[in-house]
Structure formats: structure tokens, C-alpha cells
């Protein structure tokens, strides 16, 4: 009698704590899977905001063109939010939201006053995935690339490898976006999604940091930008030179860099890439025997393109790979002096540039 | 040793994460916090084995019993009232920030009140049962999290995207001068081995002497664990954005991915994980304010139920739900800053008092 007791107890506790209705269920919910931020035309201050709302429904069919676009303008995110809430009978709900589209104006000037909204809000994933659109966000969340399971899907697997792998594409996450704006000694840098008929194409990158026109980097650089950054080792490089051309396919890369410090104050920044791989494609003959004057020749290329992709880094001022975050990881002092320091010493820093290939074959033919 | 002086010790490193010490570190992370949490560390280890040691020469006593036997009466109520108030303190903060994480990341529609009785509605039940069983409860609890949560800490270090340079920058402040909360704070993830104060009784026969290398054993536990919930949110969130996080854990977590894991967001298992581990911090840190608080007051029995631990634990919730609606955050931060400070003297005079006891009833 008294365990029944007991029971009916916690039965009637439990039971008032069940009568919170924070949980909806799912049919009246609508599932945001993208969001882009574009800049209004008229109204310098403003935002157009657009969310890409995926429908739940069962069944496992191609689902990709289930999906509706919700587009509003406000003076913030925020407000541009409260509007498009006003236009969807479902709680709009943001957890799923793995893609944030950054229309290409919206990244001048004060990128970290548009990211706070994104970082504040604690239902927005930090490991959603950041890219800017071209020619605006609106175009990229409209588009609906064939075969694609789920919307936005397609989008997704581009970035976080567990699909295609190309060396032009740059993953960044939200976490890893603000704390590239936040830190000193690195800049933040993202990719740059194309719109075509039907599809994307994710070749170049842009640079930028607060207060600043951003940095777009061609294709080119946007390659061995992310060789260096990333490690990347499943690309290939063009060894063009007068009568020898051919395509190196990278089996392993290690990059590293040191900033020394010589007698006289100014600094050099020493980048040492190591480089080992096959001949993948060739337009002459190659001979075995050769290598080392393949090495030789590869070892030149890149250490000159690399050489002037650093140097354009460091005439505009940016400062992408983090020489100044290991500059302060290096020295004593408080941060404020070191910070002031490199400030100086970066512009005029030397760029030192060593690269070790290592071309272990010419394929399966000579 | 008993496998269950472990799993206490285990429990607090754990509990740290939730207890506000990684941001109080992070706030000082270039300020010489690698120096506080060395000092931190070696300071803990000789308590730890000071009082452990005493502990383990009264087999089967609680602290209330060894204190009230070797020392004056007035003496014995007021510093028993003291260290059960210290205790209370130590499940309030605990608690307060628990029902804020809840409110934030698990579900912001529930109004605080629900979520505040529903976890001391837990708290209280669980700290009123018998010592014993909350030990079983605790050994559960840890054998689901324990590996879970080495796991995620594992992941997070193996991380590609960790900035490696932003935590290189806390090692080069390391040869500053140390402040008084961040050893506070850091001493505070290795303080389980107080919990022996009342779980002693039950570990009878159990545990043999505490060793050198049982020391180091822990040690070398406590450094990994502290460093790690240091580091972790500084390389996650680079070491100029980390101070901005209200719960650098949490957040840390939400940074994490787990690609091909049952949820690609790690936050949510972090969470539900850490639910478990705050609950039972806070049963055991409250049963053992409750065991140190009766000893000095009076039994009153009504109806055959002894109603003074009942009564401590209105007054614990009422206090906690006060709290949580009459502070703010910033308030309970200032606040857990000056509790961790005040803990490294009460160690030190709490390990002197069980000293003290140890040559009296050599004496006798």
C-alpha cells in the first residue's frame, strides 16, 4: 500500500512536468537547410535574408526539389528572420541548417557584425558549413542540381569531404570563420560558389578581414593556397618549362613554416614544402633516368608561384596562413607587443620559399 | 584502493567542466596559467595525501565521527556546520549553472522553475538515500560516461581544424606570475578525494595506505584532464575568441563533428552525457553536506521519520531556486571565483584539523 503510494507520487510529479509545450511535432515544423545573406540594394545598413525550407515526408525518393525559398529584407538578420516567420504557418527550426551562403557584398567592410547573429544564437550549428555565393546567395539556394536526394545535399557533400575531394575547394566551418576573425595573426577566407544552369562550380577563394576589401584569388592561387593550408595531397601540378612539360600527381605534401628573427629586426619567413608524387600526364617523352632534372624543374615552378602568392598575401597585408598567429606563438612578451610588432614587421618581411620534390616514377609507361 | 575512491576522484575532474573552472581559466590565459595549474596540482597532491591518509587511519568513520571524538565540542559543531555549508555551496554552483546550460542549449521554451525542481526533485531523493547507494549509482553513471566522454576529449585533440598555435600561445606566458583563482579554479577538478571525509564508512576494508604512486597515478589524471579542459576551447576558438564563450565547454563541444557518428553534432551527446555526470556530482556533494550538517544538529523524528535531512533539503532547493532567479550569471561567476579561493585554505585547515586528530587518538 504504501509503495502505491510511492508510485502514484511520482506519477502525479511527473505528470506536471509534462505539461511544458516546448516540443512541437515534427509536421509543424519546417526545417531550414540553408540560409543566405545578401545585401538589400537600396538600403546600405540592410540584409536580405533567404531561407531554404526543407518539407519532412516519408518515403526515400529523390527528395532534392522538395524545398521552398523564403526571402525577406531587414535592417538585421534578426528582424529579416521575425518577417519570414510571418510568411510560414510552421515553426521555422534552424538546427538542421548545415549551409550558410554569404552573398559576395555582403563580405566587405564588417563581415563580423553580420557573423554575430550566427554565432550568438545557440540552435545554429557551429559546424555548419560557410561559403560565399556568386553572383548572390539567392541564385546558389535556388538552384536544383539533378540527382540530388535531399535539398542542399549536394552543396553539403562538397564541403565536408565526404564526397568529392578537390583541391580547389576550401572547407570552413562557422567556429572555425569566427575564430579567424577574432584571432590576431590570421585572416579568414572562404570559398567561392559560381552559379551555373543547373549546378555549381567551386573554384576560386577570397580573402578578407574586418575593415577591408576582401582578396579574390584565381584558380591557380586558390590550388596551391589550399596545398599549403590544408596538406592537400590529392592534386596535380603543372610543371611548364621550355621544352619539358608535365603533371606531377601528389602522393604525399608536408608544409612547414618558421618565422626567424635575425640580428638586424627584420624577419624572414621560412616556408619548407615537401613534395612527393608521380608523372601523371606528359606532352614529351620522359625518360626514367631523368628524374632529378624533373625534380629540379619542379622544385623551380613551385617555388616560384608559391613565392608570388605570398607576396601578394603580404602587399595587401593579409595574412591567411597564420604567420602571425606562429609569430606570436614563438616570442615572449604580452600579446598587445607582439601584436604591435608583427603589425610593423610584416610588410616587410623576407619570404623564403625551399621546396623538396620527390618524383618517385613516371607512371606506369616511360 | 578501492575502485570507488577512484570513480570520486574521476568524478570531479569531470564535473570541472560544468563548474565555471575552464572559463575562469580561459580568463586567464595569459596570465600564467600554466604556472597556477602546476602550483595547483602539487598543492592538491599533498593535501590529497595528507588527508587521505588520515581518513585511512580510522577504518569505517566518517569525519563527523573522528572530529567530534578528538576535539572540543564547540570546536567540532562549528567547523562541521562550516565544511557541510562549504559542500552545499559546492552542489549550488553546480546546479546553477546545469539549469542555465539546460535552459540555453537543451530546450529555452522551459520555463527555469520546471527544470530547477524537476533536477533537485533528483538531487534531493538521490543525496537522502543510503551512502552506499549512491556510491552504486555513481559507479553506473561512470561506466556509461567515463569512455564516451574520453572519447569526445580524444576527438577534440585529433581534430584537424585545432589551432595548435593558438595553444602554443598560452605556454608562452608561462613563466608569469600566478593569480589566486586560477589556482583556486584548477585545484577545484582534483578535490574528489574529500569525498572520502563521509565515504569512508562504507569503504571498509577496502582501501589499504595511499601510496606515492597512487599519487602520481592521480596526478598525472589531474594534469591531462585540467590541461585538456583548458586547451581544447582555446584551440577550437583560437585564443583572442575563446573569452567571449559563457560555457567554453559547450561550445567546444558544438564545434566538434562526428561525421559518421549516431549524431553528427556532438553537443547533444555531450550534453546528455554531462547531465548524468552533473546530477550525480551534485547527489554525492549534497549527501555529504547533509551527512556532515545532521551530525551537529539534533534528531527530531515525526512519525518515525527523521525529518532534519528532509528539511535540509527544502532549504538546499529553496536556496538554489533563489539563487538561480535572484543572481545573475556574472553575480554567480564573481561568486564560484571567490568559493575556488576559499577552498585551497579550507583544504589546508582541513587537512590540520584531521592531522590533529590523527595525534590525538594516537595519544589516547
Partial sequence: MKNLCRLSGLFVFVMVLLTGCGFKDIDKRAFVVGIGIDKTEQNQEGYEVTLKVAFPSSGSEELGDQFELLSSKGSTIAEAIQLIKAKVSNELDFGHMKVIVLGEKVLSKDIGKTMDWFTRRRDIQQIALITIGKPDAKTILSIEPKGERLPSNKLFMFFDEAGTESPYVTTKFLYNLRRDLEERGIDG????????????????????????????????????FNMLKKGYDKESIKVNAKDEFFMLAVDSLNTEYQIKQKQNQKISIEVIVDISGVIEESKVELKEGKLDKYNKLAEKVLTKDINKLLAKFQETKMDP???????????????????????????????NVRVNADITGTGIIE | MSRYFYYLVILNMLANVVALVPRILIEERVNGVVTSLMIAIIITLIYCLVYTNSMLKFPGQGQPEIIKKYTPKWFASGYLFFIGILYFLGTWFVLLSFIDITKRFINPEMPALYISVLFLSIICLGALMKTEKTLYALEIIMIISLPLITGIFLKAFLNEHISWD????????????????????????????????????????RVEGMGVWRIVLIGIAGTINIFTSLLVPIGMNGIDGAENYIYPWFSTADALRMEFGFIE???????????????????????????HVRSVLPEIKWKEVKIVPVMMAILFSLATILGYFFLSQVQVYELAKMFFSLLLFAGAFSCAVLFYAVRRSKQK
Fill in chain 2, 166 to 205: 593558438a595553444i602554443r600561445i598560452v605556454f608562452t606566458h608561462t613563466i608569469e606570475p600566478p593569480s589566486n583563482t586560477s589556482i583556486g579554479a584548477g585545484a577545484y577538478s582534483l578535490v574528489g578525494f574529500y569525498f572520502i571525509s563521509i565515504y569512508n564508512r562504507v569503504l571498509k576494508n
Fill in chain 1, 189 to 224: 577566407y572562404l570559398p567561392i560558389v559560381q552559379a551555373e544552369k543547373d549546378n555549381f562550380s567551386i573554384t576560386t577563394m577570397s580573402v578578407f578581414k574586418q575593415g577591408v576589401d576582401p582578396l579574390h584569388l584565381t584558380k591557380k592561387e586558390t590550388k596551391l
Fill in chain 1, 321 to 351: 596562413v597564420g604567420f602571425g598567429l606562429r609569430y606570436r606563438a614563438t616570442r615572449s612578451g604580452t600579446e598587445n607587443e607582439k601584436w604591435k610588432a608583427w603589425k610593423s614587421l610584416y610588410p616587410e618581411a623576407g619570404i
Fill in chain 2, 265 to 291: 553534432r556532438v553537443l547533444y551527446i555531450f550534453l546528455l552525457l554531462y547531465i548524468g555526470i552533473s546530477m550525480i556530482s551534485a547527489t554525492i556533494t549534497c549527501h555529504i553536506a547533509m551527512e
